[in-house]
């Protein structure tokens, strides 16, 4: 069983920067793909962004790209999430997630991921 736990979110004005991190325990970190994904009040939970069990290849949706960056640090069991030039549609509960089966690629398919974080606010100002 993998326990995920998010930390780094807050409070930032529009144009802010975050960086949000995922610690993993129970399993072999190296062994999951992993991924961001966001609730918006009111809306369903959708894709930010994934990274494959190396690190070697990543995803983002297209609301993100260009603004925001998942890398991992396997030694340290830890996924992070540089989010850049915020904005106020940013504002969510951010999850991390785990992926044991997705093997070789990063995927953004929900169904893909096997573990959940509880989540981490990010809430952007105007």
């Known amino acids: 069983q993998v326990q995920l736990v998010e930390s780094g979110g807050g409070l930032v004005q529009a144009g802010g920067s975050l960086r949000l991190s995922c610690a993993a325990s129970g399993g072999t970190f190296s062994s999951y793909a992993m991924g961001w994904f966001r609730q918006r009040p009111g809306k369903e939970r959708e894709f930010v962004a994934g990274?494959?069990?190396?690190?070697?290849?990543?995803i983002y949706a297209d609301s993100v790209k260009g603004r925001f960056a998942i890398s991992r640090d396997n030694a340290k069991n830890t996924v992070y999430l540089q989010m850049n030039s915020l904005k106020p549609e940013d504002t969510a509960v951010y999850y991390c997630?785990?992926?044991?089966?997705?093997?070789?690629?990063?995927?953004?398919?929900?169904?893909?991921?096997?573990?959940w974080g509880q989540g981490t606010q990010v809430t952007v100002s105007s």
């Open positions: 997630a785990a992926g044991l089966g997705v093997v070789g690629r990063a995927t953004s398919s929900i169904r893909a991921y096997d573990y």
């Open positions: 990274i494959s069990r190396s690190g070697g290849r990543t």
